[in-house]
């Protein structure tokens, strides 16, 4: 169903979980304006809480966090972060709902499940939630029973594990050695805990990496029932992620065998019956994702595709991204300066962009496009998008349809390439992003 097109893949796109971009972040927003965010918020709001911590480091990752191996250092971020937690509660109007939690890292299994169970005690005291859909991040290879019996005691509906692959030469490969019956072992313990949503994240374009093995990768979760699937393309920035230096780039996919791979596994997990969220993302029908994705509902934000209604994001913990409808705000980066910030009652927001009226028309756009493969376009974006687009539609990967803009099934490995024409801040983006399959 797709067409190799490498020219229009060339130039790497962000993925887009907001607009503007992290990239486009800078000093000119601190403390006092998210607290100007904060105090304006009003409805449904969700959090995410970041957990920095893992007991081993896998060398493809290019997220905020460091090895739990230092009780003290562990010790001190969590006590930062209960103080962040109030300091936020304190600023947020009366009659706020908090309606979703979300826990990532890192690993949230990282820690304890006692000093766990009292994040979430913090979370229910400060914030009052009411029956809130809960969700975290785990690592098979640290989720032992007794994290098995706090999921169900708190009662976490949604759970994501980091699968990445089942073929043991190439976890190998990039340092994340797992058997498959550790990864069976922990699916049965999250659903005999009440998980109801369960999520796999898979790779391709690994170092190695054959179709044979991705296949027999998909085959596994199928049969295990992942109730939602990510299929990423490893994205090798060594430059920016320095613990990839590890990984044999020499023996990565090129750009065709990585967009064959993602060829293949779309079409892989919807002959399975998996309902195709997004170009890179699946879910099982009964799942809220794939219905959101159906009905139209879809939405995008810095946990990626969601169905999550809420115009409010408040990330909590050390390089958490918090979203407003006028703000994008991130907390300090390293976890020594978050915590002096908070032991001086400081809240730690010290970079982001506040988000113009241009911005969120642009944004509106951009998640259409990524979410339900069309968007009503303005004139004014039409006169400016358009030419840019013009190979796009020769290749027959996108259309108009009167003022919408329409990516066509061939279209959907491309909807980020896409996407990205409505974008007037991308610059140096060979340097920044990944590939966009």
């Given at each position: 169903m797709w067409t190799y097109h490498p020219e229009l893949l060339a130039v790497p796109v962000p993925r887009y979980t907001s607009f503007p971009t992290a990239a486009e972040f800078g000093e000119g927003v601190g403390p006092a304006d998210f607290v100007t965010a904060l105090e304006q918020c009003e409805g449904e709001v969700s959090l995410y809480v970041h957990i920095p911590f893992c007991e081993k480091i896998c060398w493809y990752c290019g997220c905020n966090t460091s090895v739990a191996n230092r009780t003290q250092r562990v010790a001190s971020y969590l006590e930062a972060l209960h103080k962040e937690i109030a300091l936020v509660a304190e600023r947020l109007p009366q009659g706020v709902q908090v309606t979703r939690i979300s826990f990532g890292g890192g690993s949230p299994n990282g820690i304890s499940p006692i000093d766990f169970v009292r994040i979430v005690d913090a979370l229910t005291l400060q914030f009052a939630p009411r029956s809130p859909v809960l969700s975290i991040e785990l690592d098979p290879r640290t989720l032992g029973a007794d994290w098995a019996e706090v999921i169900g005691a708190v009662a976490i509906e949604r759970a994501s594990l980091g699968v990445q692959t089942f073929a043991p030469a190439l976890q190998e490969a990039i340092g994340r050695v797992q058997p498959a019956r550790m990864i069976e072992n922990s699916t049965a313990m999250l659903r005999a805990a009440g998980v109801t949503s369960l999520n796999f994240d898979l790779m391709y374009g690994l170092p190695g990496q054959t179709m044979a093995q991705l296949e027999d990768s998909l085959e596994q979760t199928v049969a295990l029932r992942a109730d939602r699937i990510a299929l990423f393309g490893y994205a090798h920035v060594p430059h920016l992620i320095p613990r990839q230096r590890k990984i044999d780039d020499s023996a990565l996919p090129d750009a065709q065998a990585r967009f064959e791979m993602a060829a293949f596994g779309y079409d892989y997990l919807v002959s399975a019956g998996y309902v195709p969220v997004g170009f890179d993302h699946f879910a099982l029908p009964g799942d809220a994702i794939a219905q959101a994705a159906v009905a139209g509902t879809l939405r995008r934000n810095f946990q990626g595709f969601t169905e999550d209604r809420a115009e409010v994001l408040i990330g909590l913990g050390a390089s958490a991204i918090s979203g407003f409808p006028g703000l994008l705000a991130q907390n300090e980066k390293n976890a020594g300066r978050y915590r002096m910030l908070l032991s001086q009652d400081r809240l730690p927001a010290n970079r982001?962009?506040?988000?113009?009226?241009?911005?969120?028309?642009?944004?509106?756009?951009?998640?259409?496009?990524?979410?339900?493969?069309?968007?009503?376009?303005?004139?004014?974006?039409?006169?400016?998008?358009?030419?840019?687009?013009?190979?796009?539609?020769?290749?027959?990967?996108?259309?108009?349809?009167?003022?919408?803009?329409?990516?066509?099934?061939?279209?959907?490995?491309?909807?980020?390439?896409?996407?990205?024409?409505?974008?007037?801040y991308r610059k140096d983006s060979l340097r920044r992003f990944s590939s966009a399959v």
């Open positions: 982001g962009v506040r988000r113009s009226a241009d911005d969120r028309r642009r944004g509106t756009v951009i998640e259409a496009l990524l979410c339900r493969g069309r968007a009503r376009v303005a004139p004014e974006l039409q006169m400016e998008a358009y030419p840019l687009l013009t190979p796009y539609m020769a290749a027959g990967l996108c259309e108009t349809d009167g003022d919408d803009l329409v990516i066509r099934p061939g279209g959907l490995p491309y909807a980020r390439s896409i996407a990205a024409r409505f974008d007037p």
